[in-house]
């Protein structure tokens, strides 16, 4: 079993940033990636960031330059750094957590860009 507990969400105007960050409460090297998804009203769930459990990252055409997604192994945390954020960034923002099989979610936290 994995909780993943997302924070950092928030208002803010286009052109600004924000870090998000999920609190996972099983050690890195069980989990074999997590990944950001987010979510805008009327529009399916989408990925937007992964980080494997080697490193190596992946990103959503839409974000590619302006997000960052890290960990902190020590501290069991997954990061998503956004920068230059638009108003098409607005959207409930999922943490992800694949475990084998088995794929855990965070409760989300919003993000509002506002123009």
């Known amino acids: 079993q994995v909780q993943l507990v997302e924070s950092g969400g928030g208002l803010v105007q286009a052109g600004g940033s924000l870090r998000l960050s999920c609190a996972a409460s099983?050690?890195?090297?069980?989990?074999?990636?997590m990944a950001w998804y987010r979510q805008a009203p009327g529009k399916q769930r989408e990925l937007v960031a992964d980080?494997?459990?080697?490193?190596?990252?992946n990103y959503v055409d839409s974000v590619k330059g302006r997000f960052a997604i890290s960990r902190d192994q020590a501290k069991n945390t997954v990061y998503l750094q956004m920068y230059s954020l638009k108003p098409e960034d607005t959207a409930v923002y999922y943490c992800n957590a694949r475990v084998g099989t088995i794929t855990y979610w965070g409760q989300g936290t919003q993000v509002t860009v506002s123009s």
């Open positions: 099983r050690r890195f090297v069980s989990i074999n990636s």
């Open positions: 980080i494997t459990w080697s490193g190596s990252r």
